[in-house]
């Protein structure tokens, strides 16, 4: 899987994913991701991307012409490596989007190549996201100052569904959201800690009576945190 990042703050993107398990990722090869600098295909000299926004109202926007030459680049490159007339899916990161999920993490791990667009001040020039967007994510219900830590969110949750990225496959496969359920609490040593005693049945080495103890635990909790789950 490659993940191409478009966004005016390429390092904090790198930073934060080139550690632990999506770093590990990348310096095996599972996965690649680049961050592309929008800045670089700015239009003018003084390597400006924003401007006024028209009709008024505070703050700038994000220009649409360095946004569609920094795509036409990387959307180029995956043209060239894949050949024939496949275009990219692009993801807008905003607000205003589809709130992501699991469920939408496992629809984009099928993809090859994923691009993801970071908006920065009060967004982007509708015109060039009406060009080049295909989804719209947004990772909640509140307003952040850029798109950055929404992509690596994304990034990552999409990433650990990736076969070979977790240490072992199973990994990923019983955990929250699976079969819409939060995870069962989990123990480990030492088997009392502040009086609290690990529950005997994990203890028992009895592997079905485990498995049965689990799931319910699971229903247990998703009704009591997240009853919407199981409507
Ligand atoms: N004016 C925009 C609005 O009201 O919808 C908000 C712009 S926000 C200050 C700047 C950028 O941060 C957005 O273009 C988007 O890329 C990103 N962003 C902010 N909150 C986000 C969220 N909850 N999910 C995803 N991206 C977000």
Redo the contacts with the bound molecule.
Sequence with gaps: MNFHIMTLFPEMVMQGLDTSIIGRAMENGIIDIEAVNIRDYAFNKHNKVDDYIYGGGAGMLMQAEPVYLCYEAIAGRIKDKRGGEYKPRVI??????EVFSQKKAAELALEDDLILL???????DERVLEEIVTDN???????????EL?AMIVVDAVSRLIPGVLGSDVSAEFESFHDNLLEYPQYSRPEVWHDKRVPEILLSGHHANIEKWRHEQSVIRTKQRRPDLLT
């Design positions: 807008y990161l905003t607000p205003q989007g970071c908006g920065h001040y009060e967004g982007i994510i947004s990772i909640g219900d509140y307003v952040l100052t850029g798109g929404p």
